[in-house]
């Protein structure tokens, strides 16, 4: 079974220009995340979609961040424009609902992960 | 809200135990466990319902304390594979999840 894939993985802007990156996500699963983790931290999630809808993107900072997923499967972040804390890994999951003894959850998996460095 | 990882960093040798603990001052529905090596992705190792259950991964295994708002995970005769940094991942309903700073986990021959 084929993996999360991202594009690109390495990705250097200077401050105050656009960015885009790409998110494959496993076959079949209908949820999908974008992540931000910045060096020494843990995954802070920016956005996340069930199919084409937004279930949750409190976190996303609106003025500048955004993101679709168009047809259900293949997302794009965008960032515009671009500042110095902005740097950093940015990674999609997809998700499959699974239900175990005690209830029902999701089971994340990750991509390899874009390294944004903003100058 | 963020869960608290501790320690922050463990040093073991080969063979050598070690806890790792994550706690939640909310109440949890689940705690996913997740292991990121340097430049990879996290890779996911299990995840434990309310209900206070252990759940195994070759001789990694976790508990949750539904009562304490508190998950550990335990590293039985560390193996050089094990080093990376891990995370808790901690869910307040079935779909979302907030990530703790991680622990980083050092195996020396």
């Known amino acids: 079974e084929a993996g999360v894939a991202q594009s690109p993985r390495y990705k250097i802007i200077e401050k105050r220009q656009s960015v885009a990156f790409w998110c494959n996500p496993i076959?079949?699963?209908?949820?999908l995340y974008w992540y931000q983790q910045i060096l020494g931290q843990g995954p802070k999630l920016l956005i996340q979609?069930?199919?084409?809808?937004?279930?949750?993107d409190s976190q996303l900072p609106k003025d500048r961040f955004s993101a679709e997923r168009l047809k259900g499967v293949d997302s794009t972040l965008k960032i515009q424009p671009a500042k110095l804390e902005d740097s950093a890994v940015y990674l999609c999951?997809?998700?499959?609902?699974?239900?175990?003894?005690?209830?029902?959850?999701?089971?994340?998996?990750f991509g390899p992960g874009t390294r944004l460095t903003v100058t | 809200q963020q869960p608290v990882q501790s320690p922050q960093a463990v040093i073991l040798r080969e063979g050598e135990d070690a806890v790792i603990n994550c706690s939640s001052s909310?109440?949890?529905?689940?705690v996913h466990w997740y292991r990121q090596k340097h430049g990879e992705a996290p890779v996911f190792l299990m995840i434990?319902?309310?209900?206070?259950e252990q759940k195994g991964h070759e001789k990694i295994s976790a508990s949750f304390n539904e009562k304490k708002q508190q998950s550990s995970l335990y590293l039985t005769a560390s193996q050089l594979s094990y080093s990376g940094t891990y995370f808790c991942g901690t869910g307040l309903n079935d779909y979302k999840l907030s990530f703790g700073a991680g622990t980083t986990v050092t195996v020396r021959a």
């Open positions: 434990l319902l309310k209900g206070g």
């Open positions: 999951a997809s998700s499959s609902y699974m239900g175990t003894s005690g209830g029902y959850t999701y089971e994340q998996y």
């Open positions: 909310k109440a949890l529905y689940s």
């Open positions: 979609f069930q199919n084409n809808g937004v279930v949750d």
């Open positions: 076959s079949g699963h209908a949820t």
